[in-house]
């Protein structure tokens, strides 16, 4: 099962913190790492990806993604994938992957928070709107997969499991 983490405060995240998140996400993921970080309006923004590829394999599909103005982190997985796929090529959406989390981005891009309605699985993701400057975290309806956050001081830290939010912070 891959990990997430992330960030989002209005201090920079120092090198030595994203590296010890990632140090306790490493049981989660050993397939690749993936950070982003983004500075605006005086708020830092950083999303922590470890994986395990188990649906598509390539490296195509390592973490975060991002397309346009959005950006997200994903663990879990979308049973009907493969059909909201088709009805997003059906609208036009070309896909780099074959893998699930970049349907659910381009299901985002595409249909907004109305997403959430069509996704059936276990899954947790924070996707940040950098044109509407939100973030939304998500987890399925039955918290199958876990999604811990931390608010205090100006900070909101989340992560697949408690650890990392002790690293971050």
């Known amino acids: 099962m891959c990990g997430i983490a992330g960030y989002y405060g209005n201090e920079p995240l120092e090198a030595e913190r994203v590296k010890r998140a990632f140090e306790s996400m490493s049981n989660r993921g050993p397939d690749a790492e993936g950070h982003f970080h983004e500075e605006k309006n005086g708020k830092h923004v950083h999303l922590l990806h470890s994986r395990l590829s188990i ?38 959406v070309g896909f ?13 891009i595409t249909w907004g928070e109305a997403v959430l309605d069509k996704l059936e699985g276990m899954y947790t993701f924070v996707l940040v709107d ?24 100006g900070l909101t830290a989340f ?7 002790h690293r971050l912070q």
Not at 74 to 79: A, Q
Not at 96 to 108: A, I, K, N
Request: glycine letters at 8%; proline letters at 5%.
């Open 55 to 92: 649906i598509d394999l390539d490296e195509r599909s390592n973490q975060p993604w991002c397309a346009g103005n959005h950006v997200t982190v994903f663990n879990g997985e979308i049973y009907n994938f493969r059909r909201l796929r088709e009805a997003l090529v059906q609208q036009g």
């Open 159 to 165: 992560a697949s499991e408690a650890r990392p939010l």
């Open 96 to 108: 780099r992957t074959d893998g699930d989390g970049e349907v659910l981005l381009q299901g985002y």
């Open 130 to 153: 950098r044109a509407r400057n939100v973030a939304i975290a998500v987890r399925d309806p039955l918290g199958i997969k876990p999604l811990y956050m931390l608010r205090r001081n």
